[in-house]
């Protein structure tokens, strides 16, 4: 990364801590039912800030932490006392992947350090090689992630519209694939190779969709 960027991604650290806001990365046995109380009111808050429809239940988060702990890394920040934000990630055997994100309030730069900074801060002090950020948001280019493309498969019925989607997609396809690779030469890192953020320790990745 240029010094420009890790100059800025320093800033966005020390306004967050000086803010008051207090962050803890809990795992295993040092999940409560507290902290699943905590993210599920993020959780809802999210879906209804965003019209969205809450397809997971209360009782799904506490059947989480009761049957892979282990595998969860839940990012939880406090202000005054209170839990304001959280952010859910799940561990593989060598990823990290994240996130479900919720937050009651404002605070500067909370979303970035709890949801991208503290996840790569996890893979490296786990010997992780990579984070995967999630679907989409060229925001993580600036904040040490790269771009790795990711795939969906969908039935049209509609014969007509099912052409009308394919050409549509050819030309999209080499969008996308020419801004992968713009972004991956910015941060000179070698196709298929380890880099970005984590230097040696492996590749934290944001996905891009390619139809």
Request: aromatic share 12%; hydrophobic share 35%; glycine share 10%.
């Amino acid at each position: 990364m240029s010094s420009r960027k890790r100059k800025s991604i320093r800033k966005e650290r020390r306004d967050c801590a000086e803010s008051g806001v207090v962050l803890q990365t809990l795992s295993g046995s040092d999940l409560e039912t507290k902290h699943w109380d905590a993210f599920f009111r993020f959780y809802r808050s999210t879906s209804d800030r965003k019209w969205g429809q809450p397809y997971l239940t209360r009782g799904f988060f506490e059947r989480l932490g009761a049957t892979m702990a282990d595998r969860v890394v839940l990012v939880l920040a406090e202000h005054n006392g209170k839990y304001v934000a959280g952010a859910l990630n799940l561990r593989g055997s060598d990823t990290l992947y994240g996130r479900n994100w919720g937050c009651l309030g404002d605070y500067p730069f909370l979303h970035f350090e709890a949801c991208y900074y503290r996840a790569i801060d996890y893979a490296i002090a786990h010997g992780l090689a990579r984070v995967e950020a999630g679907a989409q948001g060229e925001h993580k280019l600036q904040r040490g992630y790269l771009p790795t493309p990711t795939y969906s498969a969908h039935w049209l019925r509609e014969p007509s519209f099912r052409r009308a989607v394919d050409e549509y997609l050819e030309r999209e396809r080499e969008h996308v694939e020419e801004r992968n690779g713009r972004a991956r030469r910015a941060f000179a890192v070698p196709p298929g190779g380890a880099g970005g953020w984590l230097g040696n320790q492996g590749l934290a990745r944001a996905s891009s969709a390619v139809p």
